[in-house]
C-alpha cells in the first residue's frame, strides 16, 4: 500500500477513534517514567493537531519537574527548528494552522516526541507527508543524539511501512497501551 494511501486510511481512523480513547494520569505517569534521564535534559514536543496524541500533558509534567521544554516552528522549505517554550509563554499560529512560540530561542532537545500518522514494529512511522521531522532528525544527528519517542495510538500500527533512504527510524514508539 502507498504511503498516501496509508495515511489517508489511518487519519480517517482516528479521526473516528479519537475520543473514544482515554489517556489517564497513570497512563501519563508511566510514560514520564520510562522517559528517564536527567534534568539538565531538553524536551522537544508538538502541539497536536488533527486528532494527534496530545503531548501537552507530558511536557506539562516535565516542565513542572524542572525540565526544559522546546516546540518546533516550521520554516521554509520543509525545514523546522525547535525553540524553548515555558508553559505560561503565549503562542502564534503559523499558516499550517498550528501554535508555536513567539519567543525566539532556538534549542536542540536532548528528547524529540515525535506525531506519528502510522508506524510498524520496527519503529518506522510516516507523518503528513512533508517530511519535516526527517529533515529535522538528520540535521539534528550532525549536531547531536537526540532520543526519539514517537508517540500513537496502538490503533495507529500497521505490519510494515516502506521506506525510503531519507526515512528516519526512531528509537522507540509509545501509545496509549505503552508500547
Known amino acids: 500500500m502507498s ?42 514536543g508538538y502541539f497536536p493537531i488533527n486528532f494527534e496524541f496530545n503531548c501537552l500533558k507530558i511536557l506539562k509534567k ?3 519537574k524542572g525540565y526544559g521544554i522546546s516546540l518546533p516552528i516550521i520554516k521554509k522549505k520543509h525545514q523546522m ?30 528528547i524529540l516526541l515525535v506525531p506519528i500518522v502510522a508506524f510498524d514494529k520496527y519503529s ?17 544527528s550532525k549536531i547531536k ?12 500500527k500497521v505490519n510494515k511501512i516502506k521506506i525510503h533512504k531519507f526515512d528516519k527510524q526512531l528509537d522507540s514508539i509509545l501509545t496509549e497501551k505503552l508500547i
Not at 518506522?124 to 540535521?139: P, Q
Not at 543524539?145 to 495507529?156: D, M, P, V
Open 62 to 64: 516535565f516542565y513542572l
Open 81 to 110: 527548528d525547535f525553540y524553548k517554550w515555558d508553559l505560561k509563554d503565549p503562542l502564534t499560529v503559523n499558516s499550517f494552522g498550528i501554535p508555536q512560540p513567539i519567543k525566539l530561542i532556538k534549542v536542540y532537545p536532548d
Open 124 to 140: 518506522n512511522r510516516i507523518g503528513y507527508g512533508g517530511g519535516f521531522y526527517d529533515r529535522y532528525l538528520e540535521k539534528i
Open 3 to 44: 504511503k498516501n494511501i496509508l495515511r489517508k486510511k489511518i487519519l480517517k481512523i482516528r479521526k473516528k477513534k479519537y475520543f473514544d480513547i482515554e489517556i489517564n494520569n497513570n497512563a501519563i505517569d508511566k510514560i514520564c517514567y520510562q522517559i528517564n534521564f536527567s534534568k539538565n535534559k531538553i524536551i522537544g
Open 145 to 156: 543524539k537526540c532520543e526519539t519517542i514517537g508517540l500513537a495510538f496502538s490503533h495507529q
